[in-house]
């Protein structure tokens, strides 16, 4: 089992965490009991060690997580569980920023059943599809980085697709063309049709490793304030 290093920038060196201790994110750890905007335990977050691996609980508030190796924000919702990765994962809770690293915890396994046919998200053969699309037409992968660049990025909200207004100022476009052709031949290759599941694409794209946070070099942000990937 593995110890939890916990650097905030509230204290001057990083807090350690037995596996047999429970850190709660509340008023006294990250304000010393003086902010009042912040919860007490039991009612705030906390980290907790659990089968094997590290887990960050959620009780009543909406809590973002960004794990660095995956390069990928998640969202942790009300009553929900996250398990922590290997390697440095960024936790904002309160409005507060704390850097947390795991270190040699345990391999840990969902348990399987191979009895019965596998669970189908799309089409069967859809990833592949997709990918010999994206390799056919290239400009569909920079479009769809541009158009889900907040899923690549830190920050407290959960991520959601830009505006198409803002897509295609990234992309440089004189109209939305471009951006509606390629969900709709990526949503098609994937479900069969080009309407009904474009709030699923993200997580499939991701999920599949058909978009990886290393496309975001392919949007040249020509007419946007933005520089690059990143904020």
């Known amino acids: 089992m593995a110890e939890l290093i916990v650097d905030y920038h509230a204290y001057p060196a990083p807090r350690l ?17 003086t902010d009042e905007r912040i919860s007490r335990a039991p009612n705030a977050p906390f980290l907790r060690h659990m089968d094997g691996r590290w887990w960050l ?22 009553r929900c569980a996250f398990p922590l990765p290997d390697g440095e994962t960024e936790v904002r809770v309160w409005d507060a920023r704390l850097r947390m690293v795991v270190h040699g915890s345990a391999t840990w396994e969902i348990p399987r059943d191979d ?8 089409l069967d053969g859809a990833a592949v599809k997709v990918a010999l699309l994206l390799g056919r037409k290239p400009r569909h992968r920079a479009v769809l980085a541009a158009y ?17 207004m803002q897509t295609r100022l990234c992309m440089g476009l004189t109209s939305f063309t471009a951006l509606e052709r390629a969900l709709n031949e990526v949503v ?40 690059g990937p990143g904020p």
């Open 17 to 33: 965490v037995p596996p047999g201790e429970q850190l709660s994110l509340d008023r006294d750890f990250l304000s010393g009991g």
């Open 57 to 78: 609980v959620n009780g009543h508030d909406q809590l973002t997580v960004y794990v660095v190796a995956e390069s990928r924000r998640f969202t942790v919702s009300e």
């Open 115 to 122: 009895s019965g046919p596998e669970t189908m998200i799309g």
């Open 148 to 164: 889900y660049r907040e899923y690549f990025t830190p920050g407290i909200h959960a991520p959601r697709p830009l505006d198409r």
């Open 188 to 227: 098609t290759e994937i479900w069969g049709e080009p309407q009904g599941h474009r709030h699923e694409l993200p997580d499939y794209l991701i999920r599949e490793r058909l978009l990886v946070a290393a496309d975001q070099d392919l949007v040249p942000h020509r007419l946007c304030a933005h520089r």
